[in-house]
Structures are given as structure tokens and as C-alpha cells.
């Protein structure tokens, strides 16, 4: 007679539970649906107002004379946003490569083997990850005025390299504490020496997470703003986030918004074709690395 009760006074229960989580699914999938149409019908408004002249654009009346290319022609030619693009991709990828190259060895060394220090350094970089960007910006102008390096094209990847250290490492070595030392050691056994055991054993396991903190460092670095601005003093040396921010001042001055949207969408087609690319790749290094760390 008890469980006949129990089973009565619970299938309401259940139901009652059943029917709510299926009415939050649904809004969610209504809201996720709308989040996407809306970002898809943005880019693409920016992309067809690139190919529409200035007049047509106030209009609404996009693509109505078919593709026109004079807004890319113009940025092109008389604001010579390709070296800039060129300039991006130069420092970007030196960048995002160097992070790799340095970070990889001592992530895997701090998060596998013991040694004296060990801790120092593990908190050493947990502190740097919660230094705002904006307190080292004096301290390392100065330091590049003082080394006389201010005006180096090659100044700008050096500070990419040393803000991008801390978060590289610790993103790393989630992944690192749980490769297993008997590869390493047998590569040892085999004649390899500690180095190409590594990077010929231990770094390929690793790929995820490498590919996924590449992929996030490359995007905030191809956006990034505040420090292209100080540490290209010259115009030869300007990133495409800095002559974008000076091309949208002209164009707004002269009133050619076609070219205005033409230089936007070179700035974020690149991230936007890497997210297409590797979004699979993207989502799955950061859920493994969530569950590694």
C-alpha cells in the first residue's frame, strides 16, 4: 500500500520536472537560434556594404548595382592596408610560434618533474595572470626606450612573447600532468635525448591543447590594439588593428563608409575563417583541458 502511494504521489513530480526542463531547452535553443541569425545577418550586412557604394548603403539598397570594388581598391591603394595585414600576420604568427617553442619545454618540466624552486615558479605564474596588461605598458615602453629599441619592428613580438608567457604556461601544463613519464622514459631507454624525447614523443600528445591556446593567442593578438599602438611608433611598423582604427577617423572625415566596411571586414575575415576551420578543434582542447586541469 506504501509504494503504491509513493509511485502515485511521484509520477506527478516527474512529469511536472520533465515538462519544465523540455520548455528550458526549447527557450534555449530559441535564444541560441536567434543569437546566431542575428551575428550571420550582421556579417553578412557588413559584407554586402562593402561591395555597395556610400549612397546606395544610406539607401538600403545593398549590392543593388551588383559587386563594386572601388572600397577595397581604395583602401588598398591609397591607405596600403595590405602591408599592415602583412605586418599582422608577421607578428602574429612569430609570435604565437616563439609562445610555443618556450612555453611547451616548461610547462612539461614544472607540471612533471620535481625540483627545487618548482613551487616559486608555479606561483610566480599564477600571479602574472592577474596583472592587468595596463600596469606593464609604462614600465615596458621605458624599457624599450632605455634599450633603444622603441622603433625595432621586431619590438612588438617581444612583448607579445613576454605578456603571453604566463597564460601559454598554465594552459600547458594541464595538459602535460597527465602524459604519462613512461613515454618519456622510454624514449630515454631508446637513445633519445631528453630534448628529442620530448618534442618527438611528449609534444605530439599534446596537440590539443597547443592548437587551442595557438588558435586564442593568434586571434587576441591579431585584435589586440593597445600595444600595437605604443610599441609602433612608425607607420611602416603599424599593425591592421592600429590602421583600422585610423581608417575609420579618414572614412568618417571623407564619408566613404564603403571603404570603411571594406577595411573592417579585412581585419575579421581571417579569425572568422579560423573559427569555420578548426571550431571542432577549438571546443574540443578547451573541454580537455578543462577536465586535465
Known sequence: MKRNL??????????????GAK?????GKVLILCWCFFTVA??????????????DIFQNHLLS????????KTVIDRYHILDYFFN?????????????????????????????????FQMIFSISLGLPGVMLLAPLYMMMVRLNLHNFRGTLIIVYLCTGIASTTVYLMGFFATVPMTVFESGLIDGCTPVKAFYRL???LAKPGIVTITIFNFIGYWNEYIWALVFSNKQANRTLAVA???LVTSM???????GLFAGVVIVFIPTVIIYILLSKQIMSGSTAGAVKG
Not at 520548455?23 to 527557450?27: E, Q, S
Not at 612555453?103 to 620535481?114: D, G, L, R, W, Y
Open 6 to 19: 509513493f509511485h502515485k504521489d511521484e509520477a506527478p513530480a516527474n512529469r511536472v520536472i520533465g515538462a
Open 23 to 27: 520548455g528550458f531547452h526549447f527557450v
Open 42 to 55: 550582421l556579417f553578412m550586412w557588413v559584407i554586402a556594404a562593402s561591395f555597395t557604394p556610400t549612397k
Open 65 to 72: 548595382k551588383g559587386f563594386d570594388l572601388s572600397g577595397y
Open 88 to 120: 599582422s600576420v608577421l607578428y602574429t604568427v612569430v609570435a604565437c610560434a616563439g609562445l610555443i617553442f618556450f612555453c611547451a619545454p616548461a610547462a612539461f618540466v614544472i607540471s612533471k618533474f620535481v625540483f627545487k624552486g618548482r613551487r616559486l
Open 202 to 204: 611528449i609534444l605530439p
Open 244 to 246: 583600422l582604427q585610423t
Open 252 to 258: 568618417q572625415t571623407t564619408g566613404n563608409y564603403q
